[in-house]
């Protein structure tokens, strides 16, 4: 364990889990034993738990190696607590689903003496992700280290790279738009080309701006855009008729 830090209680968590994942693991085979491989449910909880903390140990691992910026704290906080919680969790259902139901018991008081005191990221660590993706800067370079960003139409990565780059500039707008327009009423459109024109028309925004937000909705469409069909192509053939096939004998 690295020195004393912000992701200190991370690693010490780790090693909780470690502790209660071979503990849980010998009490289920010295009392199981082979019947532990006929309960699939059981062993698969286990082995999930054992993949959380691996994940968990790995993005710590990467973000020492990088230094540990400050500036990616909240990603490295974000993934290490949905990986530790989904742990708890299924070691929650491990002891649920035990079938000697006297061991679990017993197996709980050593994993939880407290109870289920491990929870999900907050909305706040959420929003500060948010802001960690959609911003350009060093975090999120290093967030998108290694992919293929080269903006081409075929590239939905680049693309979405240009997307987000383009919402820095329209964002702003789109908050005047939103502002004074549709909270004043003077923009009723629900569609975003919609409210660029009346926008446009009620001299909230103006022409170059339009254009910019325009742009910026047509790339964004064309990233989240997914197959469509007309109604004919969805519907099936008219059923042939009963007694007829594909040559009558006269």
């Known amino acids: 364990m690295p020195e004393a830090g912000a992701t200190t209680r991370f690693y010490q968590h780790i090693n909780r889990f470690s502790a209660s994942f071979a503990f849980a693991t010998d009490v289920a085979m010295l009392s199981l034993g082979g019947y532990l491989k006929k309960k699939e449910t059981l062993s698969a909880r286990l082995g999930d738990v054992l993949s959380y903390m691996y994940l968990a140990s790995m993005v710590l691992k990467h973000h020492d190696n990088q230094g540990r910026p400050e500036a990616d704290q909240p990603v490295v906080e974000w993934a290490c607590r949905t990986l530790l919680y989904r742990a708890q969790e299924q070691l929650h259902g491990f ?4 079938p000697v139901r006297w061991l679990a018991a017993f197996m709980r008081v050593f994993i939880f003496p407290r109870g289920l005191t491990y929870s999900a990221p907050g909305d706040r660590l959420g929003r500060q992700i948010v802001d960690v993706i959609m911003t350009p800067s060093e975090a999120r370079d290093r967030l998108t280290h290694g992919i293929y960003r080269t903006v081409e139409p075929t590239n939905m990565l680049g693309l979405l790279q240009e997307a987000l780059s383009l919402s820095l500039a329209a964002e702003p707008v789109e908050k005047r738009i939103r502002v004074e327009g549709v909270k004043t009423g003077r923009v009723t459109a629900l ?5 660029i024109q009346q926008a446009l028309a009620a001299g909230i ?6 254009a910019q937000l325009r742009d910026y909705d047509r790339k964004v469409m064309d990233i989240v855009h997914v197959d469509d069909f007309e109604p004919h192509e969805l519907g099936t053939h008219a059923a042939q008729p009963a007694g007829l096939g594909s040559q009558q004998v006269a």
């Not at 002891?95 to 035990?98: C, G, K, P, V, Y």
């Open 191 to 195: 569609d975003l080309p919609g409210q």
């Open 95 to 98: 002891l649920r689903n035990f």
């Open 205 to 210: 925004i103006t022409e170059t701006e339009a």
